[in-house]
C-alpha cells in the first residue's frame, strides 16, 4: 500500500480523509511531539481542518451493519466504541473546568477542542442512531440505550477525571490539579486509550472493507486528536519543566490509573475484529512510551513495572 504523506493527512477534506491510512494518521499524531506547536498554530489548524459531521452517509454502513457483519463483531464493535460515545460527551462538558486556568493562548485552543468534542458527540449519536439503530429521540436518550456497552475500563478514568474536573472548580489555577487532570485525560484517555480504539476498530474497516461512513468520521476524529494530544503534552511539557516537582503528580496519577487499569474483571473480545489481547496490550504500552519519550518525560521504576503489565481493556473520549 503506498503510504500517506503528512501534508495528504494535514490537508485532507472529509471526502478524502476516508481513503487515508489510521497508521498514516497515527504517525501524524507524533510527528510534531518532539517540537510541540503552540497554541495559537494548533488553533490555526483546527480552522483549516474542521469538518461538518452531518455531511458524512451511514447508509453502506447500515447495510453492513446489517448484512455483512457476524453477532459477534457488532458485539465487540459497539464494546469498544460505547466507551468513546460517552467519553465524547463527558469531556464536552467537563473540558471548559480546565480552560478556566492556563494562558489566554492556551484558552482559545481550548475553546477549539470543546467544539470538536461536540462535533465527535454528534458523530457517535449519529452511528448509534442511524447504523447500530438504538432508540432514543434525543442525544441523552441514545447515550442512555448504549450505556449497557460500556465497559469498566470506562468506568475507571472517566470516574477519576470527574472526581479531577470537580476539583479543579473549585480551584482552577492549582497546577497540582491541572496537572493530575492533564495526566489523566491527556496523556492516558486521548494519548492511550482513545488513539488505540481508533487503530483497532478503523483497521478493521479498512481490512474488512466495511463502514465507509464511520471509517470517514472517525479517521477525521483521530486527525483532530493530534491536535488535542499535542496541545495536552505540550502543557504536561511546560508545566514539568516550570515546577520539576509536578512529576511527582504525573507518576502518582499514572499509579492510580493504572492500579484501576489491572482492577477490571471482565474483558472485552476483540478477537472478531482481529486483535488479540497481546496485540492490545502491545498497541496501549507503545502509545503511553511514545508519547512520554517524545516529550521527554521518564517514569519512575514502580510506575514502569506497572505499565508493562497493563490490562488490554479499552475506553476512549
Known sequence: MTRTRPHTVDAADLSAIGGIDIDDVLAYVHRDLKKLPGYLDLYRRYLRQRWDVYELDFTADAADWAERMTQEERDAFVSISSGFHHGERQVEVELPVFMLGGG???????????????????FFDRFYREVVGLPGDSIQDVLDASFEHVSETFIGPFGLLAYQAEELRRDPENPVLRVRYGTNYFLWI??????????ITLSYCRNRGFLPGYYAGFTATCRDEARHVQGGMRFLRESVDADPRLLLEVHDTLRTILSINSATSRRLALESLGWTPEEVRALMIRQLRMKLSDVGIGLAPDVEAMVSRIEPELAGG
Do not use: N, P, W, Y
Request: charged residues 30%; proline residues 0%; hydrophobic residues 40%.
Open 104 to 122: 489566554e493562548e492556551s484558552k482559545i485552543f481550548m475553546s477549539s477542542q470543546i467544539e470538536d468534542e461536540a462535533r465527535h458527540t454528534v
Open 190 to 199: 486521548e494519548g492511550v486509550l482513545a488513539l488505540s480504539v481508533m487503530k
